[in-house]
């Protein structure tokens, strides 16, 4: 069994590469099957989208269809042409407002471009499917079937096409409000935007200049690999600490020599149910140079600690840390609850019997059975955390240099980095950069740790 | 095949067509004329969005100003109204896109940003009634020079500079005999840091750490620059047109570290909270119960100590009617110019020569955005609200230090005071640059490594030699955060 899990892991990527390279043979077969065999009305829908439809007398169809072509021509005469040329110039007026002379806004000819883009893709699609369609329909006419009719069509859409009616929507909505501001903030990053060149000023492309400045200039680079190392150890330490915490937490509270847990657990969820910025200001007084910690270390005769304090790195981390789980603990522990009540008690009993301890059995049976079920959400956790921005922007914010780093202090992660970039310092292209290398380590990271995670390779062990 | 190959290509290229000609049509612009926006004629029948402080608002200044406005020019249909939005509100990113005020007061390096991209407009000062009554220096804040041409963006209302605030009734009784070596009536150690710094250390050491002298958040860039400024040092140089030169970063030009030094002594007669925010809002509670005998702040907030001294009064003398109470708080507490530095640059130097301190300042006024569609009418509101008699006004509802010379004759005083600071280079203008918020962060990160080290007396910076390299390596340090990005 061993074996096939290793075949299956080591097969992944090139299977979904195959399932990929698979996938385009099959669309190509599919148009030169269209171009080949497809009749005069295939090709009069090839021209003008509907006609193919109407010759089959699916005339409300086909008039959809030439509706719809002649809406996204209409769009691409009235705007989305030059809104597509906008998106190569980004706007060759400067706008003068001293003297009413209108100029090109950059950045609103970025994000109109894009759309124009998504347009473009939308009308490609609705093409290509008036052209399946039509060929679909010639296919069942030489089968000596009838076209269908137009509620034929309808009907479909609420049976075997239903995943295409209710995905129109979502699909629609994420278009627009998703990966519309995505692909705005990638492609900005390949642009000046910010500091002085901000509308009416016009922006320009600059290529990968930005990421360049980030991972080769002097005091950057060190800045940025720097944080990224913290970022990378912040991210483990603080997703195993949660994690392990609240699986420890859940496993002591889950002993049956633990007497009145509902009131033990009451305290984990209390820390829990309190928002995280109220906790997270609490933690700041607490350790704020004169607050009550320091007040006791005081009062016992000791020297104040700057726990926060410009030089103090390791101790804002801990304390960074600490705060983090006391936020994360408590929902690890009510997962890893939910999960150990599904554990399979005979398994114990048997370990037991064959005289594994404690440690044996927390090992070899609870520890696979919970990262199993849980990859995915440690994986969540680690994404989460790794992006973490609350933490230390609400315990050191007011710290905003350390020595040896530009624009960031010593306990800042990325998300800070880039906060403080894009909006302290309107460094917008540069923080666009640095969240393009932030999504593009967090994807590889989940893909690569999802892949030989235990939650996808024996993934049929308990179906 | 054929056919469907050649109406599929005839597609596409009727696509490619329409993209390609309507996209390089689109792009096409005319040439559009220059339009002189300050024609004489008023717009009539508009409304103008007006966006003043949080302050003139609370006070009902700007009320009284708008009704006053309203009713002079309803023959018109002009008609002004509070904007309600932020006093901090962006225009740079409302203006383009349509929204915003017509008529912005803000700060000088505010508004000077606005009109490095040319979000606010050039305006005719010189025609203005108010243009003699405001000294050059003031208007100096807001000339800027583009290409061949000087302009001036704005009205100055105001002039800002740091103040000392101080409980004259926490003096000890015997100052006069014991703090007034040159026998002038004012109690040394409100006349030279060097003696409110002994004063400081005294009060915090018989009070055994619970009652301080002056307090002020150390890490405060606009507060502390004053102490390297005074020394010789000085935020950006300027060209040869006399605008600031970015590259040209002086914050340890001079005898700049000496300032480094007095913050890293100061700290020592403060607590742990020197060394971050906390003081900045707890000082006007701490300065009102008697915790802090000093602190140092802008005019504008002289409103909220008296509240809070009343407040922590009332509390103590409850048989105190609210007048007397009233009465009492604003003759103790005490609104004046900041203390003299020790040329020496050492704290604990009392009796070496002394030198007025030169502080960070800034001007507010008015300005007209250039997205507004009544320029004239905006114009009209900048003479009315620069007129003295709103002046004035403004100066007693809100504590401000009027800009214009004749409200100032009759304010006299502390009034007298700034604006003589003012007229003497004294008063360091915040440069309007958008590469201050680089300043800033780094020189406030300094700031606080000097004040904690001077708070656990370290040796990170506690020789002269130490703080040189360290105003050196600020210098480095915003120079790196401004230009190696843009």
Known sequence: ?463 | MTKTIALFLAHALAVIAVLTTFGVLGLQREDQEAQERFTGVLEENVTLQILDNDTAKETGYLDELLNAFNEEYAQYGIKAVDANMGAYTDLEKLGPAGYGPDVVYQANDVLMRYALNKHIQPLPVEEMEAYSQIPIEAWDAYRMQMGEAEYTFAVPVNVQEPLLYYRKDLLPENWQEEWDDDKNGIPDMVENWADLYAFSAEIKASSNGTKFGYMKSLNDQYFAAGYFLSYGGYIFGKDETGAFDTEDIGLSAGESYKGARIIRQLAAVMDNNCADDTITTSAYELLGNGTYFATMTTPDVYESFVENFASSWSRTHRDWTEEEVDAYVRENLVMTKVPALPLSGDLTDREGETMDMTVMGGINGYAISSYTKAPNAALAFLEFASRKEWIARRCELLGIVPARADVVEEEGGVAEDVFDDLLNGRIYIMPGERAMTQVWASLGSLLRFIAEDGLANGTAYDTDDKLIAAMKKLDEDIYSAIHTLS
């Open chain 1, 1 to 463: 069994m061993e074996k096939n899990v290793n075949k299956v892991a080591e097969g992944s990527a090139p299977r979904w590469l195959g399932q990929f390279a698979g996938a385009v043979r099959k669309k190509w077969a599919g148009f030169s099957e269209i171009v080949t065999h497809g009749n005069f009305r295939v090709a009069c829908s090839m021209f003008l989208m509907g006609t193919g439809q109407m010759m089959y007398k699916q005339w409300a169809k086909g008039a959809l269809y030439l509706l719809i072509q002649a809406g996204f021509f209409a769009y691409f005469i009235l705007a989305g042409a030059a809104d597509l040329f906008g998106l190569f110039t980004l706007g060759t007026v400067e706008a003068n407002p001293w003297y009413g002379i209108e100029g090109d806004d950059s950045v609103l000819m970025l994000i109109t471009g894009i759309l124009s883009v998504i347009m473009l893709i939308l009308y490609l699609a609705l093409y290509a499917a008036n052209v399946k369609g039509v060929y679909e329909t010639q296919k069942r006419v030489e089968a000596g079937k009838r076209p269908f009719t137009f509620l034929e069509d309808v009907k479909q859409l609420f049976d075997q096409k239903f995943y295409k009616t209710v995905l129109f929507l979502p699909v629609l909505g994420v278009s627009v409000f998703s990966i519309l501001p995505i692909v705005f903030m990638i492609l900005i990053a390949f642009t000046n935007y910010g500091d002085d060149i901000v509308p009416p000023r016009l922006v320009d492309w600059v290529g990968f200049e930005n990421f360049g400045k980030l991972v080769a200039v002097g005091e950057y680079a060190t800045t940025f690999f720097k944080i990224f190392g913290w970022n990378i150890l912040w991210a483990v330490l603080s997703t195993g600490i949660n994690y392990f915490g609240g699986l420890a937490l859940a496993l002591l509270l889950n002993k049956s020599c633990v007497k009145g847990k509902v009131f033990w657990r009451f305290f984990p969820i209390l820390a829990y149910a309190i928002p995280g910025f109220i906790t997270m200001l609490g933690f700041k007084f607490m350790f704020a140079n004169g607050g009550p910690v320091n007040y006791y270390i005081t009062q016992g005769g000791g020297d104040a600690i700057f726990f926060f304090g410009a030089n103090s790195t390791w101790p804002a981390r801990f304390i960074g840390l600490m705060v983090n789980a006391w936020i994360s603990i408590p929902s690890s522990m009510l997962l890893a609850t939910g999960i150990l009540s599904n554990a399979n008690k005979d398994q114990y009993e048997a370990a037991k019997i064959d005289g594994a301890n404690a440690f044996q059995q927390f090992w070899y049976l609870t520890l696979p059975f919970v990262v199993f079920a849980t990859t995915p959400v440690i994986l969540s956790q680690f994404i989460g955390n790794f992006n973490n921005f609350g933490v230390f922007y609400f315990l050191r914010s007011d710290v905003a240099e350390s020595a040896g780093y530009v624009l960031a202090n010593d306990t800042d992660l990325l998300i800070n980095w880039l906060y403080k970039m894009s909006i302290d310092n309107n460094y917008y292209s540069i923080g666009a950069a640095i969240s393009l290398i932030i999504f593009l380590i967090t994807s590889v990271i989940s893909l690569v740790v999802y892949i030989f995670s235990p939650s996808y390779r024996q993934e049929e062990t308990y179906r």
